[in-house]
């Protein structure tokens, strides 16, 4: 096993550890038991918990960034909706999991490690969004008078609000994803008079 | 000491605890160490630590019930704005504590005495917002095609997300504030086309 196919199973089982036991409860023999390694094996390569998890924050921002380079649309429009919507769906079918990502985004304040890792999930949402709306603009699809970066950033607040509500109170996200879709129609939208005749 | 007095006390104190420690590591002694009580008169009153938290979020429960019903506003519009207001700036000057309650939210999922109790608070935020919409809708000042609703949700999902990330990434709420109170004016307001001439 080569050292990039260790670091990924010891990924997958953090994953998966994760999922089963929540962050606060999680130790290190925890994820060997999702893994063909020892604990001790888990140790050779990282120092402790803290360094696996910022590893695994690493492992799964590369990931994100595939995956947000890959939403397809004719145009800005639909490229917007659907990268909305791929937050959305991903973080609904991954509630288990999502749960224990709030629990270490709730360790950030006192973590500078956590914290200037989720951070970095954040900016590049933004920055996506920001792209996709600034090439709305220009082609005319969004009005001239939207500014990309603010709209972007209110974007990633509404979603983050979603995702906040529906682990903590299990509150569906259909409502914020209707009130989303609704805002970029009638607030980014250069026809939103024609769309709503 | 009266026993509502006592509980008040307690409460204080569990509120400087929260501040201080955090809530991952907060223990009974902490709490005691704040008030003039041991930790034996503590377990008196409650069975533990989880039994307190418990009293405390209905304690916060109520407070949070008496600010939201005063806001004050000349129109719906202006009492929006106001409990909106009211809400980010709480959140903002009391930092520490934000820090401490969003982690006791990612713990609700595991727990459903603060699962109900956090709840609560979204539930009665957006009943507040809900009928300030109504009211805004049937006077007049809100537009006739709003979902009062629909458009509460959106307002607390945006106030949760604001909150989460000002907390977890020390974002500030600025850009959600002003881009809120855009929503407000161009999406709810009967007069939007008025007021952006």
New interface residues.
Partial sequence: MSDGDAATEIMCATYRALCSH?Y?DLTMQDIADESSKSKAALHYHYDSKHDLLCAFLDYLYDRFVERTADVAGEDAHERLLGLVEAVLTEREDREAFE?AI??I??????DAGF?DR??RF?DHLVAELTAILEAGVEAGTFREDVDPG??A??V???????S??R?????PVE??R??LRE?VE??LLADAEALSA
Same sequence: chains 1, 2.
Wanted: with cysteine; charged share 20%; proline share 2%.
């Fill in positions: 929540g606060a749960t709030l629990e985004r709730a360790q950030a304040p006192y914290r989720l951070t954040e603010d709209a950033s209110f990633v607040t509404v979603l983050t609000g979603a906040t509500q682990v903590t109170a299990g509150r409502c914020s209707r009130m805002y009638s607030h």
